[in-house]
């Protein structure tokens, strides 16, 4: 990929499942989140690439659910992966902190 922006899937484009709703299902992948799809959408329109950057790609098997998924709430197949790389220019999780360069201090 040429320069791209890296998109949590767990918390960040799908919702975390509660407990309650759990199947023990290590592929179940919550609802969307209304505004994280829209801005996907938008990028992509705009011509931007887009990768899914999931812990849950550390499994080859639990790639094609993630797939499925993407293309059930109205997403393209995008990369799916699990490390970043020089051309990631943005990551956008829900567990972040953004880190001035080269500093260390929390922006």
């Not at 899937?9 to 799908?14: C, I, P, Q, R």
């Not at 902190?97 to 922006?107: A, F, H, L, S």
């Amino acid at each position: 990929m040429s320069a791209w922006i890296g998109v949590d899937l767990d918390g960040t484009l799908a919702s975390l499942i509660p407990i309650s709703e759990y199947t023990g299902n290590p592929d179940q992948i919550g609802k969307p989140v209304p505004l994280m799809i829209e801005r996907v959408r938008k990028w992509l329109v705009q011509g931007r690439e887009v990768g899914i950057f999931t812990a849950r790609a550390e499994n080859p098997m639990r790639i094609a659910p993630i797939e499925e998924w993407l293309i059930a709430n109205g997403l393209p197949e995008l990369a799916i992966i699990n490390v970043k790389d020089s051309n990631m220019i943005e990551l956008w999780d829900d567990r972040c902190y953004r880190i001035e360069t080269n500093t260390g201090k929390v922006i």
